[in-house]
């Protein structure tokens, strides 16, 4: 008979073999690059892309909302949280990709971040293309609007070539032009900080799902939103007025 041997299979581990824990299904299923992990990268990605146009848009829309900043100023507080994100953006891939250069110091790498933000919202904030204006007197009071909703209108017409503005700044007397009653109080004439504050945006032509998107994209962004039909189906796009709460 044969002696029995005077250790087991469990003795011939090392002591670290011994205290590396066991590693689960599930953990190697995600360590593969399959579907799922894939998935979570593009979510990841995408929400790191939006998320300096949030911080800049939405976030000027509350300063000069909530706390009645400058319209100026709380679009140059948005820059700079914009920026912000795009220097952690940026730190995060230095440090995991192990760059290290001089020029690549804090101060620059942020000085370049505000640069790039800055040449994304000058452009939008002082032009209008043609294509995006119904008339060429749409695109000539571009800059009567109020500067935040310029910065979001550019916004959509980088995300959307086909945006169409109908309507911008008016005058009492263009609503009888048009067939309408004149309203006493509206937010497309000059406000009190001499910025029209709506602007109509085409939805005939396009499909439901885009519209939908469009309306929402100015809500999150904190504007204010109508869809109704006076000469045509079109979106109507405010910021909230100071002077006249609720209006429209």
Known sequence: ???????STKELKTPIEQSVPPVSAKAQRWSKPGWKSMLWLLVKALFFSVLPFIVLIRGAVWLHSEYAFHPWVSILLGMLGSAAILF???????????????YL?????????????????VPGLL????ANAKYPAVQEEFRSLHPILRLGISTLVFL??????TDANRQPEDYRKMGLKT???????TQSDGYAHAVDIRTKGHGMIRNWLVEQYFSWMGFQTLRHVGTADHLHVSLMSHDRPGAW
Do not use: G, T
């Not at 952690?88 to 001089?102: D, N």
């Not at 309203?183 to 004439?189: G, I, P, V, W």
């Open 1 to 7: 008979m044969a002696e029995r041997l005077p250790w």
């Open 88 to 102: 952690l953006l940026v730190s995060y891939f230095q440090y995991r990709w192990r760059l290290k250069s001089a």
């Open 105 to 121: 110091n804090v101060r620059n790498v942020y000085f370049i971040a505000f640069v790039l933000v800055l040449a994304y919202c």
């Open 127 to 130: 032009f209008l293309k043609p």
């Open 160 to 165: 959307d070539k086909s945006v169409l503005i």
């Open 183 to 189: 309203k006493k109080h509206s937010l497309h004439y």
